[in-house]
């Protein structure tokens, strides 16, 4: 078997990884034990990138074309596929050992990604700030103007305000954990629901300094510092 390729955003953090979408699919290639390799691109190059090896644009509302990562070339397929959620269902359909959609639940956790993402969203200015900070000059002045189009700036206004609308959407995604009979999102059965809170966790971790890292980690009895460490443990990164 050829190893797959995935294209991940570069940073100046070590092993540069920090973006929450390239990860989903690094953490489900591991856990399926797929061979890849990982292709870095600035963040102000990803259009130049995408485009070289015939990646297709994804639409803004506004109808403009925008290049986006993650993007996971199959060598033994041919397929190019972007986007995070559509790689990993190409990777569930492709290689179906070891599921991350049990049961059938890929349209669940859709909705649930839905569901998440509604939670963290009014705090992604605060995410933004921070990431912005771990990036090389170019890149982080283009990433400043591009996701500025979906979160106006300033983003380093209402700290404060930021941090209780974080910790909000940490408290209810406590309560659906609470509401299941095991560790994981689907009780004791383990699946890409899981993947995609250890991401973004994995991402606040990176991202953030390190004394708001504590204190995000810390939140619900420490229990995001313990799901990041059991799905890393779960997908062979820990």
Not at 78 to 96: C, Q, R, W
Not at 103 to 121: G, K, M
Request: charged share 25%; net charge negative; hydrophobic share 40%.
């Amino acid at each position: 078997m050829q190893s797959l390729v995935l294209y991940d955003i570069l940073s100046e953090l070590p092993g540069n990884n920090w973006s929450p979408n390239p990860a989903k699919p690094r953490f489900v290639l591991s856990y399926k034990d797929l061979p890849f390799v990982t292709i870095w691109v600035e963040y102000s190059d990803i259009s130049i990138a995408m485009k070289a090896i015939g990646s297709k644009p994804h639409k803004r509302p506004d109808g403009s074309d925008v290049y986006t990562s993650p993007v996971l070339i199959d060598p033994n397929t041919g397929a190019i596929i972007s986007n995070s959620f559509e790689i990993v269902s190409y990777l569930e359909k492709t290689y179906p050992e070891k599921p991350i959609f049990p049961h059938n639940s890929e349209p669940l956790i859709r909705a649930f990604e839905s569901a998440y993402l509604r939670l963290l969203q009014p705090s992604f200015n605060f995410l933004f700030a921070r990431a912005a900070e771990i990036l090389r000059p170019a890149s982080a002045k283009f990433f400043t103007k591009v996701r500025s189009m979906d979160v106006p700036l300033p983003w380093d206004e209402n700290w404060d305000a930021n941090w209780a609308l974080l910790e909000k959407g940490h408290n209810t995604l406590y309560e659906w954990y609470q509401k299941s009979d095991g560790k994981w999102i689907m009780g004791d059965t383990f699946s890409f629901a899981d993947i995609m809170v250890a991401c973004w966790l994995l991402a606040y971790k990176r991202v953030l300094k390190e004394d708001e890292w504590v204190r995000l980690s810390s939140w619900n009895g420490g229990k995001w510092a313990q799901v990041l460490a059991d799905v890393e443990k779960e997908c062979n990164l820990a």
